[in-house]
């Protein structure tokens, strides 16, 4: 299923509860907020400092330490938690759910993050969990921005038998936010995202590990010569531990099905360049450049020279 962006004309939730408030919650929050999506924002998170910052910058009406406090009378639950922390929360607050809550979440595996979690789950609660494909570099609250995810995808996940109305009002949600929202199985989207993005960041940690390994290169020679395309990969590399840590621990099967497929393609690259073989590199080269045409024509990146970015003023 897929849809044009929308504009919702009334609040979608009337209480939404946010448990996690780090760059995907803040932006729920901001986007919400912004937006005017709920009538009432309940923020939950671990730490009493995160919770306080989040506070701070004005991005809830109210604040709990205790995730069972926050969800009470909520019509919507959205958890946004490293994908490892996600079966312990939904325990946490499984027995104060109201009845008809909508739980979600936006971890970057589906999966086992219901396998995590709906085992938790009272049968009343109508479980809905999503993707949305939209990030940065950045961690924590101070991170978010409420255009995050504006004209970037939300997938939507649904387990079978889920509500028709639950999924259209996430499906609802999601498009207020200004995300365009796309329909498939956990298990789907565990191998979409494994090769377009946890295979990226698996290969970008890998290629910054390798250049800080160096030995005959030294590393003020690989950050003074990083615009050779270094660069990208270390933007991509600096993500946060915690959170890819745990992409990589419960998205196993799929990013390793994924990277088989990728060493064996490395290999072909490998040969064409020992015996010089261009016209392979060339052909290679000529059908990858398409898919970057590919997605500037979907708007999924921008056509300025360089990314996009600003040359410094000196
Ligand atoms: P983040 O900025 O690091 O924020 C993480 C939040 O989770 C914080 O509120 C933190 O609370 C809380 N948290 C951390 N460990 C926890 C634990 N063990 N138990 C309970 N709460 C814990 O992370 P994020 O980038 O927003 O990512 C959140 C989720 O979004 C992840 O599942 C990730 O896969 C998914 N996602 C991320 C991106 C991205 O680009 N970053 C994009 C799409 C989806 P305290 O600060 O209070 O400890």
Redesign the pocket.
């Known amino acids: 299923m897929t849809d044009a962006v929308l504009e919702p004309t009334k609040p979608v939730f009337r209480r939404l509860t946010l ?8 932006s729920i929050a901001r986007g919400a907020r912004a937006k005017g999506l709920a009538e009432e924002i309940v923020i939950s ?3 009493e ?3 306080e910052r989040a506070c701070a910058l004005g991005l809830g009406d109210r604040y709990c330490l205790d995730p069972a406090e926050a969800v009470a009378g909520a019509d919507c639950v959205i958890v ?7 079966g ?2 939904a325990a946490a607050i499984a027995d104060h759910l109201a009845p008809h809550a909508i739980v979600s ?5 589906k999966a086992d993050v219901v396998r995590q979690m709906a085992p938790h789950l009272p049968a009343h609660a109508r479980f809905v969990p999503a ?11 101070d ?2 921005f409420a255009e995050l995810f504006e004209n970037k995808w939300c997938i939507v996940t649904p387990p079978e038998g889920a509500e028709t109305e639950a999924v259209e009002t996430l499906v609802a949600f999601w498009r207020g936010l200004g995300s365009k929202v796309e329909t498939m199985s956990p298990e789907h989207h565990d191998m979409v995202l494994a090769i377009t993005s946890h295979i990226p960041h698996l290969i970008a940690y890998n290629i910054v590990g390798t250049a800080a390994d160096l030995e005959k290169v030294s590393e003020s020679e690989v950050i003074k010569f990083s615009a050779g395309g270094f660069r990208d990969f270390t933007r991509i590399a600096a ?2 531990p ?2 890819w840590r ?2 990589f621990l419960h998205n196993r099967e799929a990013v390793l099905e994924m990277l088989g497929r990728f060493i064996e393609d490395l290999f072909v690259l490998q040969r064409a360049v020992r015996f010089g073989d261009g016209e392979k590199l060339f052909e290679h080269f000529t059908r990858t450049r398409a898919i970057r045409r590919g997605i500037l024509d979907l708007g999924q990146d921008t056509t300025a020279p360089d990314f996009g970015r600003v040359p410094k003023k000196d």
Not at 19 to 26: A, D, M, R, Y
Not at 131 to 141: I, K, L, Q, R, Y
């Open positions: 448990i996690g408030i780090g760059l995907i919650g803040s998170t671990r730490r400092e995160t919770l946004s938690v490293p994908v490892g922390a996600s312990a929360v979440d936006v971890g970057s595996v993707h949305p494909v939209a990030g940065t570099e950045h961690s924590g609250p991170a978010g993500s946060d915690t959170m745990d992409v």
